[in-house]
């Protein structure tokens, strides 16, 4: 059988069936595209509204924003070649003489420490910035968590100087006392 052997008509519905598919599929897929960036949009507000909730809970419970959206960059190596990673946090905040990076979650899963994406958001904040520690704030529950990972002393740049500090004064001071007895 040949294509000139088909009936007109039934080349015309096969052509409508054909172009009708390819709508439906055209339109499908828009609606696809268009409900996501609706959810996009919807979790971009909810979050936006959680830190503004997040930074009035900090402020009430005693802390001190120092920074909104702080970002930083620190340099890893990958097989040897240098590679600069950038990263951003929530707040830098401060309670008495210590600073901390808050971390504003929503939603039912995000805040949870047993989550494994925010737990490793958490730890490289921790490793990234120059701070004492993390807070984890559930701005739906109103609830601040201070999270502490067991990590080597010295692993930042704030407490190595400090610990370099105390060796140097204690062998300034042992020097001092070797001198001393030495006069003697």
Known sequence: MELRDIPPEVLLAAAGVALSFGLVQTLRLAWQRARQR?????????????????????????????????????GVQIDGEPVTVGLRADYVVS???????????????????????????????????????????????????????????????????LARLAWFVAAVVLGVMAAMAAQR
Request: charged residues 30%; positive net charge.
């Open 38 to 74: 609706r959810r996009l949009d919807r979790f971009r507000q909810q979050g936006a509204a959680g830190e503004a909730r997040a930074e009035a809970l900090l402020c009430e419970l005693g802390y001190t924003i120092l920074g909104r959206q702080v970002a930083v960059s620190y």
């Open 95 to 161: 309670h008495g003489d210590r600073r901390y990076v808050a971390e504003v979650k929503t939603g039912r899963l995000a805040p949870r420490i047993d989550t494994p994406a925010t737990r490793r958001q958490l730890l490289e904040y921790r490793l990234a910035f120059d701070v004492d520690g993390v807070l984890l704030v559930d701005a739906d529950t109103r609830r601040v968590r201070s999270v502490v990972f067991p990590l080597p002393a010295g692993h930042t740049a704030r407490e190595a100087p």
